[in-house]
């Protein structure tokens, strides 16, 4: 347990339906990253935060994803009318500021679009 | 663009014996390397990293070796066991912020 949590692990949905997902990063730590894992391959940075400010977010976020960290301390990620390509294991991580330094994954939400 | 590639996507091992995983990368400004485990159904477990000033660094059974005049990454995993079954990732980051991963080597530690 790395002291990352994610709700929920798992999550089913049907294609047109929008789903949010929930990140609790280690309580010190100022950044938090978004990434998308598709089977059989690395994850791929979506987006970060350090405190509440978003600072980057990917080509692959598009208009469909939104992120927030309204309070600095947990993140959510939102999908909205999601399509079967959206299926994925979506990760979060934590991380300090002021690095780069070591970053810390969750376990996952795994998203199936039916 | 950058990418961070494995020689090798799967790599079988006897118990006991040591291990030693690939991984080249192409961006010549990255400053800081990580590699991650991650076993099925679960995220990255964080094992070691270095940064680019450095050639070397040695953990608990775990030793990373960076080469930047190939672009060239290694893990060796001394000692396999069992538990050690699982698909590694490197990564690299280039001074901002977000890691780049490659598609990663399976390791299997045959008893």
């Known amino acids: 347990d790395t002291g990352v949590s994610q709700n929920p692990r798992h999550k089913i949905t049907k294609r047109g339906q929008n789903v949010t997902f929930r990140c609790d990063p280690i309580s010190e730590h100022n950044r938090l990253y978004w990434y998308r894992q598709t089977l059989g391959q690395g994850p791929e940075f979506l987006t970060y935060f350090q405190n509440e400010a978003q600072l980057e977010k990917s080509r692959l976020l598009s208009d469909r994803f939104s992120a927030e960290r309204p309070k600095g301390s947990f993140s959510t990620l939102e999908i909205q009318r999601t399509e079967q390509g959206d299926s994925a294991m979506y990760l979060c991580?934590?991380?300090?500021?002021?690095?780069?330094?070591?970053?810390?994954f969750g376990p996952g939400t795994r998203l199936t679009v039916t | 663009g950058e990418s961070v590639g494995l020689h090798l996507p799967t790599l079988s091992v006897q118990e006991g014996d040591n291990s030693i995983i690939n991984c080249a990368y192409s961006n010549s400004a990255s400053d800081y390397f990580i590699w991650y485990k991650q076993e099925s159904g679960k995220g990255p477990q964080f094992i070691i990293d270095i940064r680019s000033n450095m050639d070397k660094r040695q953990g608990q059974r775990v030793t990373v070796l960076l080469n930047k005049t190939v672009k060239h990454l290694s893990l060796q995993i001394a000692a396999t066991q069992p538990g050690d079954s699982a698909v590694y990732f490197c990564?690299?980051?280039?001074?901002?912020?977000?890691?780049?991963f490659g598609t990663g080597t399976r390791l299997t530690i045959i008893p």
């Open positions: 990564a690299e980051n280039f001074g901002n912020e977000k890691l780049t």
């Open positions: 991580a934590s991380s300090r500021a002021g690095g780069p330094y070591e970053q810390y």
